[in-house]
């Protein structure tokens, strides 16, 4: 059986679902790249399935370290404005066979990830225009 061309199959989910742009694809597969490598060095070249909850943070930390201050204009343009959407993509391209899921995942996994707000702009802010609140959020690698 032949691997579905990635750039064949997005073309054709975009047509069919104008929600997200073609680059919103290609960033989700790059920032699931990013994550797994992460994954696999944490846990010594071991390869494993990344959950929801890991893709969320890994995707949180390539795109400030892509686009720095500029992350939530960058993914709001491509239609990305919660978790949720990250969550819409990644099953979408399950549902075309690009992705595999275990049968634990589910968009759930994808709701109430973080705030974009929070995730995405704080990290930038000069320090007196930042609330004093509990570190529940992972600061980003540069």
């Not at 201050?69 to 239609?79: A, D």
């Amino acid at each position: 059986m032949q691997t579905p061309n990635f750039e064949d199959v997005v073309t054709a989910i975009v047509s069919n679902d104008k929600r997200y742009g073609i680059e919103a694809y290609t960033f989700l597969r790059e920032a699931l790249d990013h994550t797994q490598k992460g994954v696999a060095k944490a846990h010594k070249n071991e390869t494993r399935h990344v959950s929801g909850g890991e893709l969320l943070q890994g995707i949180r930390n390539y795109a400030i370290t892509t686009y720095g201050p500029m992350t939530i204009t960058v993914l709001e343009e491509w239609g990305i404005r919660r978790c949720e959407d990250f969550g819409e993509l990644v099953f979408n391209l399950v549902e075309h066979g690009l992705l595999s899921k275990t049968e634990n995942d589910s968009r759930e996994d994808f709701q109430n990830g973080y705030d974009f707000d929070t995730a995405f702009r704080k990290p930038f802010l000069p320090q007196h225009k930042q609330k004093h609140e509990p570190a529940s959020e992972p600061h980003p690698t540069p």
